[in-house]
């Protein structure tokens, strides 16, 4: 039999999430099954950004209408331009080939949190048990948005959230943040391979500096200078 089409397997995970009335994210977890290839143990990134981007939108449609009725509708679509941005973010990193269970779940609490919590993304936190995708994702975000915050205040004064908002997620400045942030990882990288034997304390400083650590052990092999 002919193996269906990601468009084909999309469009069963949507009638999935569309209808019944169980468990949503039972439903959702459901697609993770749909959207694999025969065989495969992962979903593809490019199968996965797809239905993410059916099924969270028909969600954000149905969504932005009950907070338009109570009045929520500003923060609501803030948190829309996040889950969109994400979306994008996902289906643009060439070097992720796959997206695991795991990650497949976290994305529908990473929604779920953002549309209930806000799309200023202040309630994430790096330290819980998050994919590093999430992370570099949630990196670039708030880089775009504290630039967009910057421009706006330099502005008309007209200019309020939701247009600020627009602007973090254009795709000029969300492009810009994404470049910056793989310049810096770059860095460390380059950075690190100047130094042998590190140890885990060094490391760890290291990443959140990005520059090789200031203190060495005596007996740490330094390499050729």
């Not at 829309?80 to 976290?106: E, G, K, L, M, P």
């Not at 706006?152 to 994404?178: H, K, L, M, Q």
């Amino acid at each position: 039999m002919r193996a269906p089409t990601i468009d084909e397997r999309v469009a069963r995970c949507v009638e999935c999430v569309e209808t019944g009335d169980d468990d949503a994210e039972a439903r959702y977890e459901f697609c993770y099954a749909v959207m694999r290839e025969r065989g495969a143990r992962h979903c593809s990134r490019e199968a996965a950004t797809a239905c993410w981007r059916e099924t969270f939108a028909r969600e954000r449609d149905a969504t932005t209408r009950d907070a338009m009725d109570d009045g929520e509708g500003g923060a609501r679509a803030n948190a829309n331009d996040v889950v969109d941005a994400f979306v994008s973010y996902v289906r643009d990193r060439r070097d992720v080939t796959v997206i695991t269970a795991d990650a497949w779940s976290q994305a529908y609490q990473f929604v779920r949190r953002a549309r209930a919590l806000g799309g200023d993304l202040r309630w994430y936190d790096e330290n819980e048990a998050w994919p590093s995708l999430f992370d570099e994702f949630v990196e670039c975000a708030r880089e775009a948005m504290g630039s967009a915050a910057m421009r706006a205040e330099t502005t008309a004064s007209g200019r309020g959230d939701d247009a600020r908002r627009v602007d973090a997620f254009s795709s000029t400045a969300f492009a810009s943040a994404t470049e910056s942030r793989k310049r810096r990882v770059e860095h460390v990288a380059e950075a690190r391979a100047n130094v042998v034997g590190l140890t885990r304390e060094f490391e760890r400083e290291l990443a959140v500096g990005g520059r090789a650590p200031k203190r060495v052990c005596s007996d740490m092999d330094l390499g050729p200078e």
